[in-house]
């Protein structure tokens, strides 16, 4: 363990009641931070990049119908590379969501959702599915793809977890976290109280564009120059690229940021780095469960 990980724990420790109270206000409104895609008029059209390989197209079309039913926005394919090493590192398309899969390694977390945000604006968001635990046969089913593939692209818009125990009683939502993804209930899809959600956050309207891309995304394509930022390994995690070892996975974690949240196994399932004043990066982390062995 690093001093860091050592000094965080203390953290927590000295501020324990602090960090549950913020956790649970969080987890009761569920939208935990007003982060919203900018758009003038309700349903908004939200493009879903899809660089998934053949084995998840069914469960995107699937995620993405079950979201569109929301009153507030509507999800729409197109057709991105499906090239290992573009779904490997899986970069951000600026104004949209892009969905990736890939043996990301025995990393432990299953499923991974990045979302960029400018003031309270999400500009750009990935969702990713780890095919080195979908491979396997515990996790190679209909139930626990559709609640990882639900649940990822539900970041990229703004939902919140509901639940993050994975063995109290399913809440019937796909943004609840469980061992026993069909229940009954089924946590394969979204709830009413998900719908909810996603209607307060997108109560209000924006003035303007549907997607308030920042200045530097003109000048300089996707994101901000890296070489701006604090350290190398952010830029590797950014890209999405490192080497499959262990000291690569620190690395990884390291640059997602500072921890906001743990699961009821005390995993951190939320984090957040900040790239400026105004412009940060959230990461949402769904562990395997029971927890996968050290590496
Ligand atoms: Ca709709
Ligand atoms: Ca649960
Ligand atoms: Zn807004
Ligand atoms: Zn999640």
Avoid at 86 to 99: D, L, N
Avoid at 158 to 179: A, I, K, R, V
Avoid at 258 to 273: G, I, P, W
Wanted: proline share 5%; glycine share 6%; hydrophobic share 35%.
């Amino acid at each position: 363990m690093n001093p860091k990980k050592n000094l965080t724990i203390s953290l927590l420790t000295a501020g324990a009641f602090v960090m549950l109270g913020a956790a649970n206000i969080a987890l009761a409104n569920h939208s935990w931070g007003n982060y919203h895609w900018s758009r003038a008029a309700n349903p908004f059209t939200l493009r879903v990049v899809d660089s998934m390989t053949s084995a998840w197209d069914a469960y995107l079309t699937e995620a993405k119908n079950d979201w569109s039913a929301s009153s507030v926005l509507d999800l729409s394919a197109e057709t991105g590379s499906i090239a290992n090493n573009q779904r490997r590192q899986c970069k951000p398309v600026a104004g949209k969501i892009r969905a990736c899969n890939y043996a990301y390694g025995s990393n432990g977390w299953l499923g991974l959702a990045q979302i960029w945000v400018s003031g309270n604006h999400i500009t750009q968001g990935t969702a990713k599915v780890n095919d080195t635990y979908f491979n396997t046969s515990t996790y190679n089913t209909p139930a626990w793809r559709r609640l990882v593939m639900c649940q990822e692209i539900a970041h990229d818009f703004g939902l919140d977890h509901q639940d993050e125990d994975f063995s109290n009683p399913n809440l019937g939502s796909c943004m609840d976290y469980t061992s026993d993804p069909d229940g009954p209930p089924s946590n394969e899809h979204p709830n009413q109280h998900d719908y909810d959600q996603l209607e307060t956050i997108y109560a209000h309207l924006d003035g303007s564009a549907q997607t308030n891309v920042p200045w530097w995304q003109g000048l300089f394509g996707q994101r901000p120059a890296l070489a701006a930022l604090p350290e190398a390994t952010l830029d590797r995690e950014i890209i999405g690229e490192w080497r499959e070892d262990a000291q690569e996975w620190r690395d990884e974690a390291h640059a997602w940021g500072k921890e906001m949240r743990r699961d009821a196994r005390n995993r951190t399932s939320l984090y957040v780095r900040e790239l400026n004043k105004n412009e940060k990066v959230f990461t949402f982390v769904i562990w395997v469960d029971p927890p996968a062995e050290a590496h």
